[in-house]
């Protein structure tokens, strides 16, 4: 066979795999598309795993509500708190996988919980059908009003002069308050003592009073006591200020590479067809442009965020390294 024979067997059988690519393609989004027609036919159950009155709650009522609009179908929230949200993730993992059951994942059950047990009850990435991530938010290094530091550059500076005699109040071993100030101390290579508490509002409180120096806590929770001077909001833990708060500058200002954020999806059990994931992506990015849903996330200190499956899913084992690495080095454990 000679070189030019060659060439052109290489030709066809390209252009017939690109043929073959591209129709199996088109069928799988006419598939989708079909799915998306007819899914859903009966109400949706939304498992959260906290119970009612909780921001998670609020999210997930928000969202409910909206995507209830969008499908012209009803959403049903079961709250199933326990176990710091792994009783309602092994209830969601155990469902049928048809996209009628869905669980609303955060950064604690999906990327903390799973690295603070020795024998996790479910494996996030195994276990879940990531869907769309909802929501995203930041955290507010504050610090009573008697402590001298005016900045995170001061706070950081105050800290290594005087290697553990500043602590921090969190909401209990293993919370998203603990392992967000570890991260802090990892970064910038400190030394402050860890105090914890049975829950965030006794641990702000006690900041407040003096007891502890600072806290690394949510916006929504750190905001009033900032607002009436409470307290001193030193930094913010995204890339960017935050927006409800512009004067306060972002940690990552003077901790390069700095972000540490809270966040919630939705997913479903493994198994879910992925045509029904794309269908009910569609429908939830419908459901969070909705009016009035924008104004509704940042009343509880959220942004709408929209990462679909793909995007979402790379988040969440990228999370898990993250905390896995911080629980290691200083070999924390969950209460």
């Not at 909780?54 to 709250?79: C, F, K």
Request: proline share 7%; net charge positive; glycine share 10%.
């Amino acid at each position: 066979m000679n070189a030019g024979s060659v060439s052109r067997e290489k030709t066809v059988v390209t252009v017939v795999t690109t043929i073959i690519i591209s129709a199996l393609s088109l069928t799988a989004h006419a598939q989708s598309a079909s799915v998306g027609r007819v899914y859903p036919a009966k109400p949706i159950r939304m498992i959260v795993p906290f119970p009612p009155g909780g921001g998670n709650d609020i999210l997930a009522r928000t969202v409910g509500q909206r995507l209830s609009e969008v499908v012209n179908q009803q959403i049903i929230v079961d709250n199933r708190g326990g176990a710091g949200g792994a009783l309602g993730a092994q209830i969601a993992v155990s469902a049928a996988p048809d996209g009628y059951t869905l669980f609303l994942g955060s950064v604690g059950n999906l990327a903390q919980n799973p690295v603070l047990q020795e024998k996790p009850a479910y494996d996030p990435v195994r276990d879940f059908a990531p869907v769309t991530l909802l929501a995203t938010s930041v955290f507010a290094l504050c610090v009573n009003n008697a402590v001298s530091a005016k900045s995170v550059q001061e706070l950081i500076a105050l800290a290594k002069a005087k290697p553990g005699a500043l602590n921090y109040a969190s909401a209990g071993n293993g919370s998203s308050l603990h392992l967000a100030a570890e991260i802090f101390k990892h970064a910038t290579a400190t030394n402050i003592v860890h105090v914890p508490y049975k829950g965030a509002t006794p641990a702000f409180t006690d900041m407040i009073a003096g007891q502890v120096q600072m806290i690394i806590t949510t916006m929504p929770a750190a905001l009033p006591h900032v607002r009436a001077g409470k307290v001193r909001a030193l930094g913010t833990s995204g890339r960017k200020r935050a927006p409800v708060l512009p004067e306060v500058p972002s940690i990552a200002e003077t901790v390069p590479g700095f972000e540490v954020l809270n966040w919630q999806g939705i997913t479903a059990p493994a198994k879910t067809p992925p045509a029904i994931v794309q269908a009910l992506h569609a429908h939830l990015i419908a459901a969070l442009k909705r009016p009035g849903m924008t104004e509704a996330l940042a009343h509880q200190g959220l942004d709408a965020a929209g990462a679909g499956p793909e995007d979402f899913g790379a988040l969440i084992k990228a999370e898990i390294a993250k905390y896995g690495k911080v629980v290691k080095a200083a070999g924390i454990r969950g209460d």
